[in-house]
């Protein structure tokens, strides 16, 4: 390498000519760029950059792979942290601060290039951080409409033999019902408690405002037993309680009521915490409204 390399910010002084290599160093002294990688730096203020860190990476090996909470923030889920940026690399490495390489070989096929870095694929990376953070990450994905229960199955049967695979099919055979959320998930478990008289959907589309006269709207209704035109929603007060939501929310539950649909709100603490009282509710709900409905419906395949 004759001269210093730089790409999108990155200097690599291996192998860059002593001249070069000291105008980096006595940049670093001066505090302008930082050294995260063995030969590669950064500006200084990108060495906190998921992003910059990455190039740095595939800078220091082209052949490394971002995985894990990185390579989620870097695609699909930019609000998650990734303090610290993991990589699968096939030849051995020292990582800096802020960074740690595993020895793994990832099949092409689960790699993908998104914003000019390689990461595992969106399945794949949804497997990898159900071991790490839990069934939050496969309820992300799955409400962000990002990848579904089929292409995560097809991941995990074409990646065998890995450690936590056991834990990845169980949390699979448990987002059946695709919970958008823990709550939903809680809320899921308990239903399947009750001997329904019908199936339950989820996250099921429902239109409102035709009885009304003010305009179509659309609602997605956490759980919804459509036969018995019942629905279930289960709020955390986090975001219900603030004022926008607060509103929104009525409005759209007096639209379903002009439709005929019954809406229950249940608070997330109640289906986590009281999950025996909650089941009983539901059954006494569920038996009033068939009551209601008059004749016994037919059960729908799950």
Known sequence: ?????????????????????????????????????????????????????????????????????????????????????TAARTRHATPGPGFRFERRRIDPDHVVTWGGVRITSI??????????????????????????????????????????NVRRRDLLIDSRDEPWSEAERALHHLLRRIRLPCGFLTNHRVGYGAATGYGSATAYLDCALPDLL???????????????????DRVRDAGLAAEGWQIVRLASDQVFFNADDTVAVLEAIIRARLALVGERPRARPR
């Open 1 to 85: 390498m004759e001269t210093l390399h730089t790409a999108d910010g990155v200097a690599d002084t291996r192998g860059a000519t002593p001249l070069d290599r000291q105008h980096v160093v006595r940049a670093g002294r001066r505090g302008e760029v930082v050294r995260v990688l063995p030969g590669i730096w950064l500006p200084r203020g990108g060495a906190a950059d998921a992003a910059a860190r990455a190039r740095a990476v595939l800078t220091s090996d082209p052949h490394a792979v971002i995985t894990g909470r990185a390579a989620a923030r870097l695609s699909w889920w930019p609000e998650l942290a990734a303090p610290t940026l």
């Open 123 to 164: 399945a794949l990376t949804v497997l990898d951080l159900a071991v790490e953070i839990g069934p939050e990450a496969i309820d992300e994905a799955l409400r962000r409409g990002v990848v579904t229960l089929e292409a995560l199955w097809a991941t995990l049967k074409s990646t065998p033999g890995r450690r936590g």
């Open 230 to 248: 019942l629905g279930l929603e289960v709020d955390g007060h986090e975001h219900h309680a603030a004022a926008p939501a607060f509103t929104h």
